[in-house]
């Protein structure tokens, strides 16, 4: 218990630590994997596809919390909260949140589709959603896919410990919940902006995704742990990759 107070007592004093390391080393290799596409011909697409880089902002950022959960001794699973007891419930609550948060999504996404084309909204969703498609090497190809594969099933646990977690917690005890659920909620919807492939993607990403994250944000408030949302987090990237 002391021990994760101590975790508790560093991210009241830094909230933002975890979140910028996310959103600078997600920029910063977005750039760098543009440059190289760019330089050898492949893509002048930006920002490039996330398939190729984001695998390693998850293992950066896997990196870091497990060197600072290491520092203070804490358990990661004692802080997502996921006990062998509470497994069934913790996947049916999952479920349920699932379609809780699905729906703020889906009404923000159509409103912002609507505002931008009107009724002709549904003939550019192809336009939207689409992905920069660079020509890469099979070799290459196979091992991303691979390290995604490997990945995807980190990436919810590390965004839940980052923006509902770290972020909310942190921010909750100096603000309160409302400033605390809805900056993380911005935040998290301008680090998806970047898996659109132009501005106006970006828009529809932001909106849906700060949608998704206020959700998010008020659920795990109100039910105290992160386990629930971190299953149905899994579900939505699953639904996303496909």
Same mark, same amino acid.
């Given at each position: ?22 959103? $600078? $080393? ?15 011909? +492949? ?41 062998? %007891? ?63 594969? +490997? ?9 839940? +410990? ?16 409302? $400033?605390?659920? +809805?900056?993380q909620g911005l935040l998290f919807g301008l680090q %998806?902006?970047?898996?659109a492939i132009d501005v106006r993607g970006m828009v ?16 795990? %408030? ?21």
């Open positions: 218990m002391e021990v994760m107070m101590d975790i508790f007592a560093r991210q009241q004093a830094k909230p933002f630590f975890l979140v910028l390391i996310r959103l $600078v $080393v997600m920029a910063a290799l977005a750039l760098a994997t543009y440059g190289v596409l760019r330089v050898t011909g +492949i893509s002048r697409d930006f920002p490039p596809t996330d398939i190729i880089y984001f695998p390693f902002v998850t293992i950066i950022c896997g990196v870091v919390i497990w060197r600072t959960f290491r520092q203070y001794n804490a358990s990661f699973w004692a802080y997502l909260g996921f006990e062998r %007891h509470r497994i069934g419930k913790d996947i049916a609550w999952g479920l349920l949140w699932l379609v809780v948060t699905y729906i703020p999504l889906i009404i923000t996404l159509m409103g912002a589709m609507y505002l931008m084309f009107g009724a002709d909204m549904f003939n550019h969703f192809e336009q939207i959603f689409s992905k920069s498609s660079p020509q890469l090497p099979g070799g290459v190809i196979a091992t991303i896919s691979i390290l995604s594969a +490997i990945m995807f099933l980190a990436n919810a646990p590390i965004e839940e +410990i980052i923006y509902r977690g770290w972020l909310q917690t942190g921010l909750t005890h100096r603000y309160g919940a409302v $400033v605390a659920i +809805i900056v %998806h902006t970047m898996f529809v990403y932001g909106f849906a995704f700060f949608a998704w994250g206020v959700t998010a944000g008020i659920i795990v %408030h109100k039910q105290r742990r992160l386990a629930p949302m971190v299953i149905a987090h899994w579900i939505v990237n699953l639904a996303f990759l496909g």
